[in-house]
């Protein structure tokens, strides 16, 4: 009978990869709205699968050479840390390295990452919206200032074009559609491109950030202190 308490590793990796699987589809999607109106489903499904059988691999490889790490410590070694600059204490080494491995492997780290990268692709979704909304209202607005006449004539050809039509209900839900697929193919553009320029010119958003901060806040409660900021380790050899 399988024993529920007992973790698995095969589960872990089962929910890592559809995870991974579901966030790489919604980007892809998105980059697939760019190129086209009708993106081809099967294929950004394999991607985005390929994508995050990738990321496990690169996953298992980082936890398999932590192990390592724990089974080459010293234990005539120590870490010694420092906070914003100054000495706070040494950890032994293997008790550092096998911290590390404990962190890697709480699910509740993959959880509060996920959170964090859909919360900021949330976050940007609802920025990008706000931009093209802007960006659609000016244009409209700065087309009806400067060129109304224009602006009449196109509303008007719209209107016409559907009632010249055999089935104006059709031809209408035809060009609603367009203009839809349209606005899609703009939102998806700026989405990417204002992505790229807060990634380049903005904070950066680390895939690891939940662990490490995990895995600093082990070390103060080790250490006993309270105090945030920058650690850095240097390992030290002890006679």
Not at 63 to 73: G, I, M, P, Q, V
Request: contains cysteine.
């Amino acid at each position: 009978m399988l024993d529920l308490k007992k973790p698995r590793a095969w589960a872990g990796s089962l929910v890592f990869v559809v995870a991974i699987s579901a966030m790489a589809l919604a980007v892809l999607w998105v980059l697939a709205a760019t190129s086209g109106p009708h993106p081809n489903v099967s294929h950004i499904v394999v991607c985005a699968v390929i994508v995050a059988l990738v990321m496990e691999g690169i996953r298992r490889a980082k936890l398999a050479e932590l192990r390592r790490d724990l089974a080459k410590a010293d234990d005539r070694a120590v870490m010694r840390v420092t906070l914003n600059g100054i000495d706070m204490g040494e950890v032994p080494e293997p008790l550092f390295v096998n911290m590390k491995l404990v962190t890697a492997n709480d699910a509740r780290n993959y959880v509060a990452q996920f959170y964090t990268i859909l919360r900021a692709f949330w976050r940007h979704a609802v920025y990008t919206l706000a931009v093209t909304i802007a960006l659609l209202f000016g244009y409209f607005a700065w087309k009806g200032l400067v060129a109304p006449a224009d602006l009449a004539r196109a509303a008007l050809d719209l209107v016409a074009s559907t009632e010249a039509h055999a089935d104006p209900v059709q031809r209408l839900a035809d060009r609603l559609h367009l203009i839809a697929s349209s606005v899609v193919s703009i939102y998806a553009m700026f989405y990417m491109l204002l992505g790229c320029m807060r990634l380049t010119f903005g904070a950066s958003l680390s895939i690891s950030n939940a662990f490490h901060e995990d895995f600093q806040r082990r070390l103060r409660l080790i250490l006993g202190t309270p105090a945030a900021g920058v650690m850095s380790f240097h390992r030290v050899r002890t006679a």
